[in-house]
Nanobody, 120 residues
Framework: QVQLVESGGGLVQAGGSLRLSCTASGGFFAINDMDWYRQAPGKQREFVARITSGGNTNYAESVKGRFAISRDSAKNTAYLQMNSLKPEDTAVYYC??????????????WGQGTQVTVSS
């Protein structure tokens, strides 16, 4: 019912930067929280960053000071600016949103993921 299209992943050298984007479309009335998670091979999916509809942000300690989440509510898009990337940031990054559907239900959705690879 909600489709999330992610982009911006790729290969970057340690110390470099990438910006991920996530755009939501489909049968929803509004988007509440917009989150980024990541999953490295053999590991659990972990929280990276969150931005609420009011603009409040939260970050995992491992990315604090290096990553910045933002949103353009008019475009239903979230961004993750990733600076000072480290090899340990290598993972598939997933966008997740909580949407209020046109049916008035409240449901979370996940994007397909975008690969971020940081070389040493």
């Amino acid at each position: 019912q909600v489709q999330l299209v992610e982009s911006g992943g790729g290969l970057v050298q340690a110390g470099g930067s990438l910006r991920l984007s996530c755009t939501a479309s489909g049968g929803f009335f509004a988007i509440n929280d917009m989150d980024w998670y990541r999953q490295a091979p053999g590991k659990q999916r972990e929280f990276v960053a969150r931005i609420t509809s009011g603009g409040n942000t939260n970050y995992a300690e491992s990315v604090k000071g290096r990553f910045a989440i933002s949103r353009d509510s008019a475009k239903n898009t979230a961004y993750l600016q990733m600076n000072s990337l480290k090899p340990e940031d290598t993972a598939v990054y997933y966008c997740s949103v909580e949407a209020i559907l046109v049916s008035r239900s409240r449901t979370s959705y996940w994007g397909q993921g975008t690969q971020v690879t940081v070389s040493s």
